[in-house]
């Protein structure tokens, strides 16, 4: 029969334990003398909050979280707390309900955060790290958009500095910070893509307008995205108007590339070659861009991991927005449509940014513009379109 021996005991580990446990950092939420009940107390109402956050929220997962705090100081409820100040509708778009105060947050709330990025972008996120492909020549069509239809388009991506926080909870100094490395960062790339840095303080209201700049939504306000706002805020802009890059705004930078010709191909060139750029003089300024092995590019949204990439195309349809079978066809096709402030045009993007890399979403996205279209030039021709539905992907 074995024996449970007792531990071994050493005398000098006895004498100097005291002395090896000041040297442990102590955990960041010690420091704090919050007044809070329980974790069952303290858990929110999500009966009617339809984010994938209220989703997945459970008491147990809720109880793991309640004590963890990143060092600088991001707590589970600061996470969770887009989701409960709006908690969407039943028959709106569904959102992910939350954001991350810091790289460390990904880490530290994974048991959280896994299952959100799973959840909003229909991917299993496992110990594969994402690949990436930002080589404009494997794209195959995009420049070639029927423009009786497709109208403008744009390709942007949203990346994260290393050693700050997210802008829900990083400081004035942080985000000043961030401001002065875009200033130095951006000058890599006048040399080629001649460009200026505008404050948005300084600017009056119609050159707000002229650059499409717009006041801060009240969840923003309300979840300090917009803190301060708006201070150490900034926009550059190329000179031939083919590069907007947004400094502090929604994320710490938004390389936006728009086109009036809906020419995707090469909005999407722009941007790749101008955040490679971007990316080696972060680097060489010792702040490259947040990167997560099981997650790929990480910003504080789950909504934008793994690549941050968005392709959005304007198109005019006039009787596919009411065809019956449409929200499947969309569903098919992993692209989302929405209306815009003009009639009879509609906005179409990528629904998800995680699973796959920078070129098969734009391949994504530009197929299904195609077949979109396709099928308006069907139905304007009173014919069906049933031959052209997708099969499911």
């Not at 707000?208 to 150490?232: F, H, N």
Request: hydrophobic share 35%; charged share 25%; proline share 7%.
């Amino acid at each position: 029969m074995w024996k449970v021996k007792p531990p071994v005991a050493f005398p000098m580990e006895t004498r100097y334990r005291p002395i090896l446990e000041n040297l442990v950092p102590p955990d960041p939420m010690s420091r704090f003398h919050l007044r809070r009940g329980s974790p069952e107390e303290e858990f929110p109402y999500l009966c009617r909050n339809f984010t994938c956050m209220g989703q997945i929220l459970t008491p147990a997962m809720y109880r793991r979280q309640f004590n963890r705090c990143t060092h600088s100081g991001v707590m589970f409820d600061d996470v969770i707390r887009p989701g409960i100040e709006e908690p969407g509708e039943w028959s709106g778009p569904v959102t992910v309900g939350c954001l991350a105060g810091d790289a460390q947050s990904y880490i530290l709330f994974c048991d959280f955060f896994d299952r959100v990025i799973e959840a909003y972008h229909g991917h299993k996120v496992t110990s594969k790290t994402p690949e990436n492909d930002f080589n404009y020549d494997n794209l195959k069509g995009g420049d070639d958009l029927d423009r009786s239809y497709a109208l403008h388009c744009e390709v942007s991506v949203i990346r994260a500095i290393e050693d700050f926080s997210f802008p829900t909870h990083c400081s004035r100094g942080e985000r000043r910070h961030l401001l002065s490395l875009a200033r130095r960062a951006l000058q890599k790339l006048e040399p080629e893509l001649p460009g200026e840095l505008w404050l948005l303080e300084d600017l009056n209201q119609q050159q707000q307008v002229e650059m499409k700049v717009t006041s801060p939504t009240s969840l923003q306000l309300r979840c300090g995205v917009a803190r301060d706002w708006p201070d150490a805020r900034a926009v550059w802009l190329s000179e031939d108007g083919t590069l907007v890059i947004w400094v502090n705004v929604d994320d710490h930078l938004r390389l936006v590339s728009p086109r009036d010709d809906a020419n995707v191909a090469e909005a999407f060139k722009s941007i790749s070659i101008n955040l490679q750029k971007l990316e080696e003089s972060y680097r060489a300024l010792k702040h490259p861009f947040i990167w997560k092995q099981q997650l790929g590019w990480v910003t504080s949204s789950p909504a934008d991991v793994g690549t941050g990439l968005k392709v959005s195309i304007h198109l005019k349809l006039q009787l596919l927005p009411k065809h019956k079978r449409l929200p499947d066809v969309l569903k098919r096709l992993k692209i989302s449509m929405e209306k815009t402030e003009s009639p009879e045009v509609y906005r179409v993007t990528n629904s998800r940014t995680f699973g796959q890399t920078e070129v098969e979403l734009t391949q994504l996205v530009v197929d299904g513009v195609k077949l979109l279209i396709a099928m308006e030039k069907r139905l304007q021709a009173c014919a069906d379109i049933h031959e052209l539905l997708p099969s499911h992907k």
